[in-house]
């Protein structure tokens, strides 16, 4: 035995967790040897790597790595032993006495959160802090390690009541033995027999079996003429599924792998398996999940493509296979021509795995396609799980385009319960249109209510329903779909020709209205000139006094608060107030300017119309106390007269 005892405690948020995972996260204890397993076979995969690239590490022997699983019934202790990479003492204090990683809080917020111990389990998994599940079914945890190309080894014990002990050992072998001391078996609690031979069989076949790396566990035996003996058995299959022709793999065999890959316990909603031969030979299974991350759209949210290179593992997240847009897609890619000391950088410029990655890409959203045309019902709740983030691939991947519009499906006008694609827009399309009409907002009400809305609806025309807040940026990228152009109903001029009656306006009655308002227009714009460019009658309000819109090619409000919170700077845009030429305020506005256009009343009359307008959209007031001011002002002159 070394030296060096040191008491620690544990982190303030790591005490939290650890009092969720011991007494509410998981309703299925067994769990505990999955994560363990998984953490013993990461370590081997990271010692063999590294003994290929690491000359200090050329002597340690790797030529059988393996998982150990020792049970004692009469010291009522389960050890999980694996002989790969190990860890030094900083490496305990740094990973397990502290997690000291940026998403703790958020993790145990979403527990909190969480309705049912299902969901618990899978942000567990999520969050990589499934050592702490060993604290359910055992009173005192003892983990002994050994990093590879070190000397001394480190023990690190813990009740997982506050504070853990860590101390300098010698004589260790290299690698981490993880000795359970198990509570009592508990039926009522959930806590089975641990040292039961068949109980770990069970929990290893069902969680463990695709691990690649042999699971050992010594075993009663009867002999041929009755004698007991005691015998090694590997548990596990080591079957590496994408290596196998598809025919031959079950349906149970790809979930229980997406399972194990990903840790989430829903099955996926569609799975992509594949072989390329020829010049560059490579296996894949990929899968598309059945619902999303909590963290799809955190900042710190990986890839979930693994890389292996003729089965050996060589990293996670491996950005080069997947773009980011496709992020959610989990699986593995089994390369036969890289070098096993391939790096990530390397990987990002090597021509193959380029060519690799678009032929991948093809294929998800091939398999999206396929999902789309013949299975709507399911493809719709992959789209609600994942179209936001396959919107970004509008913005991101220009050599998908195409395929992605025609995977696009949005809310629109022609039904408050079903979405639409573009292609089912295009042939709903009243004859003559050639444009294809959207409106963004924050949300469907939002979007349906605004005065923008007005004259579509009452002339029969659909509008899509775009609320997601990558459509404000995607929807300026792409000039057209099927050669018909996208457009905003609150950008530019809109014409549609005629009046909310149907009947067509005539240039007579068009040059009539606009002399009519030629003394107002001017006065407005003047008026309003710090909040608006320019003040114009609409073609597009039926019921509503007045709007706001943009230029073509403005940014809109909406996009330009996304700028600023991301901390780019951005100029005020000014935008057009558009007024209804037959609301009765409009009207009366302009009898009353014709009568005076001095009446001092008449500026703040200018700036509720405007100020409306910008509430009807869901603006923000520059001034709201103002606002309510002139507001009140003159509701209370119009009851005193």
């Not at 566990?217 to 598809?246: C, F, I, Q, V, Y």
């Amino acid at each position: 035995m070394g030296s060096n005892v040191e008491t620690l405690e544990f982190q303030a948020e790591t005490r939290q967790l650890l009092r969720l995972v011991i007494h509410s996260i998981y309703s299925n204890k067994d769990i505990f040897l999955r994560e363990l397993i998984s953490n013993a076979s990461d370590a081997l995969d990271k010692l063999r790597l590294e003994s290929l690239t690491d000359s200090g590490l050329t002597g340690i022997d790797t030529s059988d790595l393996h998982i150990s699983l020792e049970i004692d019934a009469d010291a009522r202790t389960l050890t999980v032993r694996d002989n790969g990479i190990g860890m030094t003492r900083d490496d305990l204090v740094d990973l397990i006495g502290t997690i000291a990683k940026s998403g703790t809080a958020a993790l145990l917020e979403k527990i909190k959160e969480s309705k049912d111990a299902a969901t618990a389990e899978n942000l567990i998994g999520q969050f990589g802090v499934g050592f702490y599940s060993a604290f359910m079914v055992a009173d005192k945890v003892t983990l002994r390690t050994r990093r590879a190309g070190t000397d001394s080894g480190t023990q690190w014990e813990s009740d997982g009541e506050g504070t853990y002990a860590v101390q300098t050992v010698d004589g260790l072998p290299v690698g981490t033995s993880v000795t359970l001391h198990l509570k009592p078996a508990d039926s009522e609690d959930g806590l089975a027999d641990y040292l039961s031979e068949s109980k770990i069989r069970q929990i290893v076949k069902r969680y463990s079996d695709f691990i690649r790396w042999p699971i050992r566990m010594a075993a009663e035996h009867t002999g041929t003429e009755g004698e007991a003996a005691r015998e090694t058995d590997t548990l596990n299959s080591m079957k590496a599924l994408w290596a196998r022709p598809r025919a031959e793999v079950t349906e149970d065999e790809y979930n229980e792998f997406y399972q194990q890959i990903s840790h989430d316990w829903l099955p996926p909603a569609e799975t992509v398996h594949m072989r390329a031969e020829g010049t560059f030979e490579y296996e894949a299974l990929l899968f598309i999940p059945s619902q999303a991350p909590f963290d799809l759209f955190s900042r710190d949210t990986k890839p979930g493509v693994q890389l292996y290179v003729k089965r050996v593992f060589i990293m996670d997240d491996c950005e080069a296979l997947m773009p980011n847009y496709l992020r959610f897609v989990k699986g593995v890619v089994d390369a036969h021509d890289l070098s096993l000391n391939v790096s990530r950088e390397i990987l990002q410029h090597d021509r193959q795995i380029r060519g690799v990655r678009r032929r991948l890409v093809k294929k998800v959203l091939g398999a999206l396609k396929d999902m789309q045309s013949k299975d709507a019902e399911r493809y719709a709740k992959v789209w609600a799980q994942f179209g936001r983030a396959l919107k970004e691939g509008l913005v991101e991947d220009t050599d998908n385009t195409e395929t992605l519009l025609q995977l696009v499906s949005a809310a629109s006008t022609h039904d408050p319960d079903k979405t639409t694609t573009l292609r089912e827009y295009v042939e709903r399309m009243k004859d003559g249109q050639d444009t294809i009409y959207y409106l963004t907002g924050e949300s469907r009400a939002t979007v349906e209510n605004s005065p923008h809305m007005e004259a579509f609806a009452a002339k029969g025309y659909e509008v899509l329903i775009l609320t997601d807040p990558i459509d404000e940026v995607w929807v300026d990228q792409v000039p057209d779909f099927d050669g018909h152009r996208l457009q905003s109903i609150a950008k530019g001029q809109v014409d549609l020709d005629e009046s909310a009656d149907g009947e067509k306006e005539t240039d007579a009655e068009r040059a009539r209205r606009d002399q009519d308002f030629a003394a107002l227009l001017p006065w407005l714009t003047s008026t309003l000139s710090e909040q608006v460019k320019q003040v114009r009658l609409s073609s597009r309000l039926t019921t509503s006094a007045a709007c706001i819109v943009g230029d073509a090619h403005d940014v809109t409000p909406t996009l330009e608060k996304m700028y600023r919170a991301m901390g780019q700077q951005m100029p005020t845009v000014k935008r057009i107030l558009e007024l209804n030429p037959a609301h009765p305020l409009v009207t009366s506005l302009r009898a009353a300017h014709e009568a005076d256009a001095a009446d001092p009343a008449l500026a703040e009359i200018a700036e509720l119309i405007y100020g409306s307008a910008l509430l009807a959209e869901g603006g923000d007031l520059p001034d709201p106390a103002r606002f309510s001011r002139l507001l009140t002002d003159r509701l209370a002159h119009g009851l005193g007269n």
